[in-house]
Each structure stands twice: as C-alpha cells, then as structure tokens.
C-alpha cells in the first residue's frame, strides 16, 4: 500500500511534468489531448475581458453559439436595454453553471435569458470546457467543472493552463476582433457574415437527447439564479425549419423546459423565417437576429417583471 | 488457461493458430476436428475436416459470411502446410534466446502477419462487398505510393515500444514477466509513469465500443 501511495504521487508529478513539458515544447500540431488555444473561435477571452464594463445591465444572455451569434446588444439597446452576452461556442449546462457561479454577482442583472439549444443538451461538453480553461482563470470550481465533464482532454489541458497561468506566458495576449469571418461586437456578441442557407439539404429523422449530467447541471443553475432572486426566461432560438422538422421530440423537449416552471418560449413555433435568416441551419445570420432579437424584445417587455416598459 | 501466446511472432500460419485464441481453438480441436476424424483418414477428409473447422469458428464469431470468409481463407492458408507436413515446424517460439530477431524469422513473421491482416478486413467488414472495396483499394497504386509519416511519427513511436516489449518478452507468460528481475524499481516506475503520461497525452478521449461485445 505504501508503495502503491508513492508510486502514485511519483506518477502525478510525473504526468504533469510531462504535460507542460510536452505543451511547451511539441509543436501543436503534434498534439492530441493538450487542446490549450487562447483566443478561439468564440471571442470567448474578449469577452471576459470587458465584461466589468457591463455591471448592473439589464439583461444577461448564457448559453451556446445560437446564444452567442443570436442576441446583439446593438439591437436592445436601441430599444432602451442594455444586454451582455455571455453565450459562448458549444457552451453546455455544466458551463453555464460555471458561468453563473463566477460572473452573475459582478454582472448583477435584473433577467438572465437562456438560450435553450436542445444539442447542447446531448453534449459532454468538452469543446466549451476546453475554451473555458484557456481563455477563463482556473480555480476550484474549473476543477468542478472538468471532473463533470470527465474528458481526458479537459485534464490534461486544465494542467498545462495552469502552468501558463502561473507563467503569465499569455498575459499580453490581445485578440483579434476580426476572425474566422466574425466580428466581435462590444457587449459579448459576436456576429457572422450575412450568409444565406441553402436548405435544399435533407434531414435524417432522429430524437434531441438530454443527457442526465446536463438536465442536473441546469436545474443547479436555475436554483442559484432563483437564490439570488434574479429573473429567467428560457429561450429556444430558432434554427432552420427543414432541420428543425427533422427531429421527432421537439413536443418532449418543450414539455421539458416548460416544466422548469419558468417562462419558456420557443421561438421556432413563432416567427416565421425563411432559409434566408439563415447562417446555416443552425445559426441566424444578421437578417435573422434582427428579426428575433425584435420579437424578443417584445416578448420580454410582455412577460418580464423586472424589465418594464 | 493461457488464451493468447504472441500470435504476431508466429512464422506460419499454423503455428498462429497455436497461439491465437487458444481457448476456441482448442474446443474446436476437441469438440469438432477430432470427432470428424482429425487428421486420420484420407486426404480429401482431412481436407474436409479442416475446412469445416475454420468455416465454423467464423460463424461461431457472427452469423456473417464476412466470418465464413474469414474462417475459410485461414483454411486456405493452413491447408498447403498441413498437406506438405509442414503444419508443426514451428513449434518452439521465434529466435529463441536471441536478442534479435534471425533475417528469415523476420521475414516469415511480416508475411504472416500480412497474410491475417488480409482476413482480418473480412472480419471487420460489415458485408463480403465493402471488405473487397476495402482490398481492392489496399493493393491499388497507391501501396507503392511513399507515406506520409508526419502525424504517425507518435503513433509509430508506441507500436515501435510496445512490439520491442513483447518481443524481449516473449519466452516468459507475459511480456513484462521478466521485468522486475532485470529492471530496478526505479527504472520500471518510471516505465509504467511513461505509460501513464502517454495515455495522458495521447488516450483516446472519445468512445467506441469494445469490439467484442457484439459477441
């Protein structure tokens, strides 16, 4: 047992050792599980970065990329509310958690509004950990957060973003706003090239699946935003109608947030959009987010009771 | 029981089914060969009783005629050795108390190895069509076409390791038998944490399901 306990702390040291020394010194290229990349598609350290900018605004938007692409500050704002985004590339319920826990009390919203992209749902959500562990600080609840996803990836990414943190190696990292054909636009949004959807594409019939860990995940989250009695409403952001039809539960999966208790609405079942709001077939081009970031506006200044007229 | 005896250093095929899956072989010996008169009789029997073997020990891993292919081509295999008496040659394992491999060992092992990785795409296949394409695309031009090494080189490095420890292994039960009388504690908790690292950096992080349990 005694030489079991002290092969065991040999090994961990081991092992991490050889994570940073393989991170630091074998070109990227030849990684496969250090997925370290600060400043990713997502604009998700930019955003960090200016969201102290963005205390006591009215509105604070979580979830994935349909969240990050589909709610433009711009748009509220000129409708008298000041909305901060905080969605971000394939963020699942065990990283809007995180999310939640770290930044809900600096942002101090009067309504979070959670875009319910049923996908993310079926996800272990390594891709959005990943982003979170390099471009986020690592702290107890970064640990939390991997043990939850349980991706060998996310650990041995977690221990090499420890040591360029401690490093200050990326420090004076500055990213870029334009990128991958995205502008970052102030207030965490991040918007895409008006391209239009071809939607000749046809869809094998298949079922959304909610994976156990996401639903307990999100039920955590909406227990801490009830805590500190902050408003929520749950949004289901429209994707592509071909796409969309394709799926055979979207009735359960409605049920399942309505369940939630909270104001729920999906926006598939009400605005009308053609493949010309369209990115692709799941995310909203510019057309699209003007036309529902319109109707959500109106639908929130209908439901909200923190947000009045 | 012992199941698998370095099959990949074997140097004929016969001498692969002693040390492949020695378990199944030797009910099927048992149960089935023996039965059906073994290797006593005439020749178109023995033909007969080694054909049947194989084909069934296909169908016992799936009811697939990727399987009963399979079974059968290693009966074709075997058949020239056991027809030339030349099915026991080989039964003490390869280069016995040599550090490396003799040249014509070497050679015999890469062509039977070759030889079972051709039945191994029936076996794999999901239809005897889509094992062909894959065969027929596996001998095409691009087998003398050079390889891209590049983003192998990692991969290759761990095949390369754990072949030379099976191969300095291989007169023990187990290839790591002989490790602790050899090596001190240090070197081998250093050997297992360079394991451990390695499956760190390079372990597969996405599932796939065991191949067996579709058995």
């Known amino acids: 047992m005694v030489n079991a306990l002290r ?55 979580l979830g994935s990329s349909t969240a990050l692409t589909g709610f433009d500050p711009r748009l509220f704002e000129e409708h008298g509310l000041s909305l901060f985004n905080l969605g ?93 054909g995205t502008s970052y636009i102030a207030g965490g949004y991040v918007e895409r090239p008006v391209h239009t959807l071809n939607d000749n594409s046809v869809y094998p019939e298949r079922e959304w699946t909610l994976l156990r860990r996401q639903r307990t995940a999100f039920q955590r989250t909406l227990d801490k935003l009830q805590m500190r009695g902050i408003e ?30 909270l104001q729920y609405c999906n926006l598939n079942e009400e605005i009308p959009l053609t493949p010309a709001h369209f990115f692709d077939e799941v995310h909203l081009n510019q057309h699209g987010v003007e036309v529902m970031n319109l109707w959500v506006i109106n639908f929130i200044k209908s439901v909200s009771k923190a947000i009045t007229q | 029981m012992r199941n698998f005896a370095y099959p990949y250093f074997s140097r004929d095929i016969a001498e692969f089914w002693r040390r492949w899956h020695i ?81 014509s060992d ?36 691009s087998l003398f076409t050079v390889p891209q090494l590049r983003e192998s080189i990692p991969t290759l490095i761990l095949i390369f390791m754990f072949v030379a420890v099976e191969w300095l292994g291989r007169e023990h039960e187990y290839a790591l038998a002989a490790v602790g009388s050899v090596a001190s504690r240090r070197v081998r908790w250093l050997a297992y944490a360079m394991a451990c690292l390695a499956i760190v950096l390079y372990g597969q992080t996405t599932g796939s399901p065991f191949i067996y349990f579709q058995f």
């Open chain 1, 7 to 61: 092969f065991s702390l040999f090994a961990m040291c081991f092992v991490a050792v050889g994570i940073i020394a393989w991170g630091q010194f074998v070109p990227l290229s030849y990684q496969q599980n250090i997925m370290y990349v600060v400043g990713s598609g997502g604009h998700l350290h930019s955003k960090l970065g200016e969201l102290k900018d963005f205390r006591g605004v009215d509105i604070v938007v």
């Open chain 1, 88 to 180: 971000s590339a394939m963020q699942t319920p065990i990283q809007t958690e995180l999310l939640v826990e770290r930044y809900i009390d600096e942002l101090n919203p009067n309504l979070v509004l959670i875009e319910t992209y049923p996908g993310v749902f079926g996800s272990d959500g390594t891709e959005s950990a990943l982003n979170l562990v390099a471009n986020d600080y690592l702290g107890l609840d970064s640990i939390v957060m991997a043990w939850r996803v349980r991706n060998l990836s996310v650990y041995a990414t977690m221990v090499y973003s420890a040591w360029r943190q401690m490093t200050g190696q990326d420090d004076g990292f500055v990213e870029e706003k334009e990128k991958f």
């Open chain 1, 232 to 261: 929520v409403i749950l949004v289901r952001a429209p994707i592509a109608s071909a796409y969309y039809g394709s799926f055979t539960n979207n009735n359960d999966v409605d049920k399942y947030f309505q369940d939630t208790g």
């Open chain 2, 23 to 103: 378990s199944l072989s030797t009910w099927f010996r048992d149960y089935v060969y023996i039965p059906l008169g073994g290797s006593r009789g005439p020749m178109a029997r023995r033909i007969r009783n080694t054909l049947v073997v194989f084909a069934l020990s296909g169908l016992w891993h799936g009811a697939n005629w990727t399987f009963v292919v399979w079974g059968i081509l290693n009966a074709l295999y075997f058949l020239p050795l056991m027809l030339l008496k030349r099915n026991r040659g080989n039964m003490e394992i390869a280069s016995r108390g040599m550090l490396l491999p003799a040249l």
């Open chain 2, 106 to 141: 070497l050679l015999a092992i890469i062509s039977t190895f070759a030889l079972t990785s051709v039945t191994w795409v029936f076996f794999r296949a999901e239809s005897v069509p889509v094992a062909l394409s894959f065969l027929r695309r596996m001998f095409s031009s």
